[in-house]
């Protein structure tokens, strides 16, 4: 139990095009969504909260009208990187939290989403 | 400030066993996790700990003490697919995770 799939495991886009990400909680119902971003050889760098049906909670230094997210239902959040460039390549990897089995609060990972702008 | 420790890198022999160090500083507490990730891949869960003592999953042993700021995870019977990036990170008050830098281990035959 617990997967979540991301979609798609890879992107490469022209610089200034707009690509969406999407996280989504196959078995399970998580009203709390997570996005993070790591570079190379670095940790995990949370980028946002995302709340079902309510307006995403960003980290200090990321900027919400760059990176778009929506959690529209309890099973997808989408994250959207606009006017990509070349600075944004990274993996980014979603997290859903599941509250209502396994262990508490503990949050299960997609497979993470390797964007590369050109 | 908040703050997680674990050793950059450690190295270890295919079978035998190996214990990695986690301490941490944070503002509230409510569990620890750890996290295995192999190069390119998103983190996969390991283990949750919140209140002292060894939890054990098959191969996979983890620690925790709350006064000491202090917890490891203990591997057994060394596989070479275990060579991986071991993420400890605590959750917070606020029921953030606040992520360490990893330990890269390197398993040799």
């Known amino acids: 139990g617990a997967v979540v799939s991301q979609h798609p495991s890879w992107v490469i886009c022209k610089s200034g095009t707009s690509v969406k990400i999407e996280c989504r909680s196959l078995?399970?119902?998580?009203?709390?969504m997570f996005w993070y971003r790591q570079f190379p050889k670095q940790s995990l760098m949370l980028m946002a909260t995302?709340?079902?049906?309510?307006?995403?909670?960003?980290e200090q230094g990321v900027e919400k009208d760059k990176f778009l997210i929506n959690h529209a239902s309890l099973t997808l959040s989408t994250l959207t990187v606009t006017s990509a460039h070349p600075e944004d390549s990274s993996f980014y990897i979603c997290?859903?939290?599941?509250?209502?089995?396994?262990?508490?609060?503990?949050?299960?990972f997609g497979p993470g989403t390797r964007l590369t702008v050109l | 400030g908040q703050n997680i420790d674990q050793p950059t890198e450690m190295t270890a022999t295919e079978g035998a066993i190996v214990q990695i160090n986690c301490t941490y500083q944070?503002?509230?507490?409510?569990?620890l996790f750890w996290y295995q990730q192999h190069a390119g891949e998103a983190p996969t869960f390991l283990s949750y700990?919140?209140l002292d003592g060894l939890e054990e999953k098959g191969r996979f042993s983890s620690f925790l003490s709350r006064s000491k700021g202090y917890s490891y995870l203990l591997l057994k019977e060394l596989q070479m697919k275990d060579s991986a990036s071991y993420l400890c990170?605590?959750?917070?008050?606020?029921?953030?995770?606040?992520w360490g830098a990893g330990t890269k281990l390197i398993i040799k035959p």
């Open positions: 700990n919140v």
């Open positions: 078995d399970f119902q998580a009203t709390t």
């Open positions: 990170a605590v959750m917070d008050s606020n029921y953030q995770l606040i």
């Open positions: 944070t503002s509230g507490f409510n569990g």
């Open positions: 997290s859903a939290r599941d509250n209502y089995g396994g262990h508490t609060d503990t949050q299960y």
């Open positions: 995302s709340n079902e049906g309510s307006k995403a909670t960003y």
